[in-house]
């Protein structure tokens, strides 16, 4: 993957690292020049000194051939990058959001959020970009994530009862939400748009599992 990454504090720093260890092209983009020197030193990426609200900064970063952005800075300077990068055509924005109230700006301009600094890790802002569709991560130990996803309109899934699209080995559906209730999976329960699925998986079955439900 490409990424950009807007913020190379704590948080932004861990992300690059587990960026680069997943093998992911990625450009940094930080205002202050001392820990641009740092970042360049320590990692293999692009460090790009400047400030990321202007348009010309994300242009230099390569944002139209990027297939995520993520940014790591206060609230209102997310915001504006955020708004500018939809406008050039970023395919996955993803966004740390410290508080709660600013969530429904991010939201809206749909944003993949990830909220709660002090309770969250860089790993669960790094999944948020690898698995743009999936939400709520939970890892259980090394090898094992409990998550959801939503049923997308087109997805090859509708209609199709549990027992019909051969999960992974590893992998089980251990809960749907459907209008407001939840539902014990069987495997004659088949699936509806807007279903929100909670998945337990093996960490190396997740791509496979996510494309049953978005692959084309």
Same mark, same amino acid.
């Given at each position: ?23 992911d092209d990625v450009v940094v983009i930080e205002k202050n020049k001392e820990k641009c020197d740092e970042i360049a030193k ?5 460090v790009i000194n400047a400030d990321a609200t202007v348009k010309e900064t994300l242009e230099e970063a390569g944002v139209d %051939?990027?297939?995520?952005? /993520? ?6 300077? &997310?915001?504006? *990058? @955020?708004?500018?990068? #939809? ?78 699209? %051969?999960?992974?080995?590893? /992998? ?6 459907? &209008?407001?209730? *939840? @539902?014990?999976?069987? #495997? ?5 748009e807007n279903d929100v699925i909670t998945i337990l998986a093996r960490k190396d079955k997740i791509d496979k599992t996510t ?6």
């Amino acid at each position: 993957m490409y990424i950009v990454i807007v913020g190379a504090g704590e948080i932004g720093e861990k992300l690059i690292r587990l960026a680069l260890q997943n093998k992911d092209d990625v450009v940094v983009i930080e205002k202050n020049k001392e820990k641009c020197d740092e970042i360049a030193k320590k990692y293999d990426a692009v460090v790009i000194n400047a400030d990321a609200t202007v348009k010309e900064t994300l242009e230099e970063a390569g944002v139209d %051939k990027a297939d995520a952005l /993520v940014t790591t800075a206060d609230d209102a300077t &997310n915001l504006l *990058v @955020i708004s500018l990068a #939809k406008t050039m055509g970023v395919k996955s924005l993803v966004s740390l959001v410290r508080n709660e109230e600013s969530k429904p700006m991010f939201i809206e301009k749909g944003v993949n959020v990830v909220g709660n600094p002090s309770a969250i890790t860089a790993e669960y802002l790094y999944k948020a970009i690898r698995y743009p569709t999936v939400k709520d991560f939970m890892s259980l130990g090394d090898k094992a994530e409990i998550f959801k996803i939503v049923v997308p309109p087109d997805s090859k899934v509708i209609g199709k009862s549990i027992g019909e699209i %051969k999960l992974p080995s590893k /992998v089980s559906i251990i809960a749907i939400e459907r &209008n407001g209730e *939840v @539902i014990i999976p069987m #495997k004659d329960t088949r699936f509806k748009e807007n279903d929100v699925i909670t998945i337990l998986a093996r960490k190396d079955k997740i791509d496979k599992t996510t494309d049953i439900f978005f692959g084309k």
